[in-house]
């Protein structure tokens, strides 16, 4: 009986100790979602999506939060440069804390793009005729008469990295999507340009996904205008134009790249009667090309103007903040395909800073760094990445190390302003960079002491010889100083 009676203590004490896991568990992530809407509000959407977005609260106990990261760049980066700011705020809800603690849990792929990946894997099913009959309207998958190759299936949403460069152009792109077919289109046509290499062609084959996700019942039709050009050529020839227009009347969703490429007469005519029909009808229309409609020389002035009469989104060359994001989303794809890629968190700093580009750029610049590491056989380290990536300067012809150069790489690292670096402000998180950037005016440039306190806001020589040897003294014992130093040297060099 004694026995009978412990037992169901023992099964009641198990049970009252899981009831309170549960109510911790509850309670922390209550607290957790507080201290991100308050990061959030305090850093702005782009800051806290790039480095808190993905970070969970993993243990609060004995003064101490533990949270976690994906991975370990961003483990790094918060360390150096939020960690005092998440201490801060985190108390506000955890009360006093004596320290976070910031580790990186495992991997996990991105599961919509393996989605999409296994739905267009699916055989069709039923029989032969009705797949035939399926083909026609189906064809908004595939990238017409171009090997029937289908839309690229890593460029999705989910896979576009925004930031304040692209995200008009990215707000625009999923706005068209979310329409159903016969209701009236928010701005028609949309019209994206920008440099090679910016995002075009992803937003178009993303929306492009998107449609087939949550209106699988739109038809879609993407194509480059060299595409359109060659179809209509096909159909002259064959003397079966109006197959060639049939196939536009029924498309709900148009979506052209590269129209700078679009020439001749006769094909503009074409064109402008197929965007009519789309437009007047209400279907959307959504062009990509390199340059804007009003620098379209060899298009017909009624033809720009009815493209300028539509939403023109210029996107921008990418800021060092949303390079920053695009090396760490490339990085994290190559380890997905191959682990035995590690690229340290400093030569991912520096190719942010060093290739100004977009993510075309970004990626090629990893992909060289690793490929000469495993060709090699040598450590990927920041003297390797400084040696490969060498030829990529911004300003291959310039040589002669300028102090504009040095207060332009320290304030774009440190996110210090020009104006406050000169400033006689004397916050902590101005002076340092203030101090690194003497030090390297004096060490990679002839000028004199007096001369580079007159360029940091007209300080004293004595200000300048003050902060080279506290800087000097500070790389010898602090390494995250000596790296950073290290990593705005090959900038400087490299400028």
């Not at 760049?73 to 955890?94: C, D, G, P, R």
């Not at 599961?111 to 009959?133: D, F, K, L, Y």
């Not at 440099?195 to 062609?201: D, M, V, Y």
């Not at 949303?322 to 760490?328: E, G, T």
Request: proline letters at 3%; glycine letters at 4%.
């Amino acid at each position: 009986m004694m026995e009978a009676d412990s037992k169901q203590k023992s099964a009641e004490q198990v049970s009252a100790d899981n009831k309170m896991t549960e109510l911790a568990i509850v309670d922390l992530k209550q607290k957790w979602q507080r201290v991100a809407q308050r990061l959030r509000a305090e850093l702005g959407d782009d800051l806290f999506t790039s480095w808190f977005g993905r970070m969970d609260a993993e243990d609060h106990s004995n003064l101490r939060l533990i949270v976690s990261v994906p991975t370990r760049f961003l483990k790094s980066w918060i360390e150096n440069h939020y960690v005092t700011k998440l201490q801060k705020i985190a108390e506000v809800e955890f009360g006093r804390l004596d320290s976070i603690l910031v580790r990186v849990r495992g991997q996990i792929a991105p599961q919509r793009v393996v989605e999409v990946v296994e739905r267009a894997a699916e055989p069709q099913r039923g029989n032969p005729i009705e797949q035939h009959a399926n083909s026609a309207s189906n064809m908004n998958f595939l990238v017409q008469g171009e090997r029937n190759t289908q839309l690229d299936l890593t460029q999705t949403f989910d896979s576009f990295v925004v930031g304040t460069s692209n995200q008009l152009a990215h707000a625009a792109a999923c706005r068209v999507t979310e329409a159903v077919a016969g209701a009236p289109v928010t701005f028609n046509p949309l019209f994206i340009h920008s440099a090679s290499g910016l995002g075009k062609t992803h937003l178009l084959n993303a929306v492009a996904h998107r449609i087939r996700e949550i209106h699988p019942e739109r038809k879609v039709l993407f194509l480059t205008a060299e595409r359109f050009m060659y179809s209509f050529i096909q159909a002259l020839r064959q003397r079966d134009t109006i197959s060639f227009k049939d196939q536009f009347q029924s498309v709900d969703v148009l979506l052209i790249d590269d129209f700078q490429f679009l020439q001749g007469k006769t094909m503009q005519q074409e064109f402008c009667h197929t965007f009519n029909s789309l437009v007047d009808s209400r279907r959307q229309v959504i062009v990509a090309a390199d340059v804007p409609p009003s620098q379209l020389d060899t298009i017909d002035q009624r033809m720009r103007s009815r493209l300028i009469g539509g939403l023109v989104i210029d996107i921008e060359m990418p800021d060092l903040e949303l390079r920053r994001k695009i090396v760490l989303s490339r990085y994290i794809a190559m380890n997905q395909r191959d682990h035995s890629i590690v690229i340290p968190d400093d030569v991912l700093e520096f190719v942010a800073n060093r290739i100004t580009g977009g993510g075309r750029e970004l990626e090629g610049a990893l992909n060289r760094v690793v490929a000469y590491q495993q060709f090699n056989k040598a450590p990927i380290t920041l003297d390797l990445a400084s040696m490969v990536l060498r030829d990529m300067s911004a300003n291959p012809d310039q040589c002669r190390i300028k102090i504009d150069d040095i207060l332009k790489i320290v304030g774009r690292h440190f996110n210090v302003a020009r104006t406050d670096l000169l400033s006689p402000r004397r916050a902590r998180s101005i002076v340092v960079p203030r101090q690194v950037g003497m030090y390297l005016a004096k060490k990679m440039t002839s000028r004199s002491l007096p001369e580079i306190g007159r360029r940091f806001g007209g300080r004293d020589h004595s200000t300048v010889l003050h902060a080279v040897r506290k800087i000097d003294d500070q790389i010898k014992t602090d390494d995250r100083l000596a790296k950073e130093v290290a990593l705005l040297i090959r900038l400087v060099e490299q400028q």
